[in-house]
């Protein structure tokens, strides 16, 4: 993994392993398709605060800011994703399953992030 | 849910809308300014503007929370319970859900929509410590956990 958030390994009583495993999946599939990956300590300062994992591809001016929300010990994993064009999806982790689901703005895009894949999701960050 | 809750939540979601709005609407702009198109704005540096998208669900999102603490402190008194001591958020949500649901409702608080708001009280704790990497959901999907926590509350 090229970028782990060292503060999901500081709340001993909240468990991040989905959370940690799909980053893991996530930066996998970016290295492959030619992304950047780094932990944001490039962005200004407002943006660094809420990024764990920035996806950057600089030929595009394309950028994806992933961030790891903070849960209570029983709480609901749910991973951020801003995009450079002000689109915002979540992504959820459902326990009983498992997988992730797809949301934006509250509304169900897709129930198992894994039956479409990386590539769908970016692709519907940046579609016009 | 009742209108108050109701109709404060929508409209805190439509100011924050509108914010957004106006915001992408000078993205677009500056974008067109920076490729040399005339759109008689000045340029904004994308950053910035994700920044100020970024800060602005961070400012409704507390909002949302205050509101919802504030609603919730009225609930527990309308009850006729007297709290000696001001009660934290976390002491809040489970007397209201607790009280609610001892009034035996037709449908009740469930534990997952209490826990829902609960991981919302823990990004708003997280974020007012200063704590980064820790952000809140957007401003919509916090409308919709707050709203199935107060569907039912008179």
Known sequence: MVVLPNWLDQLPTVDFTPEKELLTELEKWAIENNWNVSDGSSLPFELRQRTDVLLNKPQHEQTIRLAVLRKSRNGVGVIRVDSSNLRTVELLYQRRQPHWRVEAGGVRVEDDLRNRGWSWLINLMFQP | ?154
């Not at chain 2, 109701?6 to 409209?11: A, I, L, S, T, Y």
């Not at chain 2, 300014?33 to 994700?50: E, M, N, R, V």
């Not at chain 2, 037709?106 to 609960?118: E, F, G, K, L, T």
């Open chain 2, 1 to 154: 849910m009742s209108d108050a809750h109701k109709n404060e939540f929508e409209r805190i979601k439509r100011e924050h809308d509108t914010v957004v709005s106006l915001l992408s609407f000078h993205a677009k702009k500056s974008q067109k300014a920076k490729k040399g198109q005339f759109s008689g704005l000045p340029f904004f540096a994308p950053d910035i503007i994700q920044a100020a998208v970024a800060t602005a669900n961070d400012a409704y999102a507390l909002l949302l929370m205050a509101r919802s603490e504030g609603f919730m402190r009225t609930y527990i008194d309308s009850q006729g319970i007297l709290l000696r001591v001001e009660p934290t958020l976390n002491v809040l949500i489970d007397k209201c859900r607790k009280e609610f649901n001892n009034t035996d409702p037709m449908i009740p608080i469930r534990p997952n929509i209490a826990q829902d708001v609960h991981d919302l009280r823990v990004q708003r704790n997280a974020y007012a410590h200063g704590y980064g990497s820790s952000v809140f959901p957007p401003v919509a999907r916090m409308v919709i956990i707050l709203g199935k926590f107060f569907d039912q509350l008179p």
